[in-house]
């Protein structure tokens, strides 16, 4: 059987001595490694409807579409594809962690042995972690993912944000934005302490350069309360004021959470942000309650502090939040997308057993479909889920108890 770690520790020890053009190149001289005659890097473009080849040692390869190919099927799925017409390749996904890069073609006169699979996904996963630590030094990977030129506001929002999904043992989060090239005003942000996941989701108002610049010192002054200790109400009015320091007179709406990862208990701020949905059991159970505090840069205006409403998840509960650019996108008759479309997309998604991050692809692709590919606002969705491997015995004897997950009490009006 062919070791794919020989193949992972040649690259490794071979990937410092070239710049990020050579890695494609460096790839192709690990193929004899695995059994492989050729290997070809393809990358998912930034709407991630295409997957684009890097140029390699090989015959020039053209761009293959995710919708309607085999290299499509294994980006989606996120299973190795063969196709019984060319038994010599074999189709892998390229994933760090559960972020979707791309795929690699693997030809080899193996390839049509399920025992080739191993080495194959072996190789991918350094693959992967080679691509995202040499892009950092050459723009060879953020040219091959651009279709269309980025404009400058996109350039710093997409500059600003994480990896699209993130995954463990027990916490699932994945989110999309749209239009990929023109964006400026939506953004989030997240992070794993210990045991606490805290995400946030900004909307912030106006368009273009200005919209970004904001975005920018939102998403900023959210990470330095988190990264300073403060709670989720002190962090919602630290962001608040600064907004109102530096742009007087303009606002983000936001959603601020934090979910014990060993509880499930979330915890969250809805600043004049559209609501979120809690989804169980592959359906949407209800809207989680909405604002409860005036969006940040508008604190000023009232004088209570955020209000925080707590939720206790159930296990493999999801909560589904979004900008206003998604429910409010109108097709050709003027008709908004809306909150029942949204639902009943990710109903059938959850249903279809789809991958958190397909079912995102998917209802972004549907969005701009509605709207003819020509979005009004900024779209964005955040899909969460918390799936424990097992429940403390507290949680449980707190479930049980009056106002716990089992006796939701009177959902009280917004307070600001």
């Not at 969005?367 to 949680?395: M, S």
Request: hydrophobic share 45%; charged share 25%.
């Amino acid at each position: 059987m062919v070791d794919g770690g020989e193949a992972a520790r040649w690259l490794q020890l071979h990937a410092s001595r070239g710049g990020p053009d050579e890695l494609s190149l460096l790839v192709s001289s690990a193929a004899p490694a695995i059994g492989a005659s050729e290997i070809v890097i393809y990358l998912a473009d930034y709407t991630q409807s295409s997957l684009v080849p890097m140029p390699g040692a090989g015959p020039a390869r053209g761009e293959l579409t995710i919708e309607t190919t085999l290299a499509g099927r294994a980006f989606t799925s996120l299973e190795v594809q063969r196709a019984p017409a060319h038994p010599d390749r074999l189709w892998v996904p390229l994933l760090l962690g559960c972020e979707r890069l791309g795929v690699l073609e693997v030809v080899s006169p193996a390839a049509a042995d399920p025992a080739s699979d191993r080495p194959a996904w072996e190789l991918a996963v350094n693959v992967a972690q080679l691509l995202v630590n040499r892009r950092l030094y050459g723009d060879v990977v953020e040219r091959i993912r651009r279709r269309l030129p980025m404009q400058v506001a996109a350039e710093i929002v997409w500059g600003l944000l994480p990896p699209l999904t993130f995954a463990t043992d027990d916490l699932v989060i994945t989110a999309i934005l749209e239009p990929c090239y023109d964006v400026g005003g939506d953004i989030f942000d997240y992070a794993l302490n210990d045991d606490v996941l805290s995400v946030g989701l900004f909307d912030t108002c106006g368009h273009g350069i200005k919209a970004s610049a904001l975005a920018s010192l939102v998403v900023s002054a959210y990470r330095n309360a988190r990264r300073t200790g403060l709670d989720l109400v002190d962090t919602a009015i630290s962001i608040d004021r600064w907004v109102r320091a530096e742009h007087p007179g303009t606002f983000a709406t936001a959603l601020l959470a934090e979910l014990d990862r060993r509880t499930g208990q979330l915890r969250i701020i809805n600043a004049g942000h559209p609501g979120a949905m809690l989804l169980r059991d592959g359906r949407a159970v209800r809207a989680l309650p909405g604002p409860t505090a005036l969006p940040l840069g508008l604190g000023n205006l009232s004088g209570k502090r955020p209000r925080v409403h707590e939720e206790a998840l159930h296990p493999g509960d999801r909560i589904l939040a979004y900008t206003d650019g998604i429910t409010d996108a109108r097709g050709d008759n003027r008709e908004r997308f809306g909150l029942d479309r949204l639902v009943d997309f990710v109903e059938r998604a959850l249903n279809d057993r789809l991958p958190s991050p397909e079912t995102m692809r998917r209802l972004i692709r549907a969005v701009l479909a509605y709207q003819q590919d020509e979005l009004d606002d900024d779209a964005t969705a955040l899909f969460l889920e918390w799936q424990p491997p097992h429940l403390p015995l507290g949680h449980l004897e707190r479930l049980a108890a009056p106002g716990g997950r089992d006796h939701p009490g009177p959902v009280a009006a917004p307070e600001f």
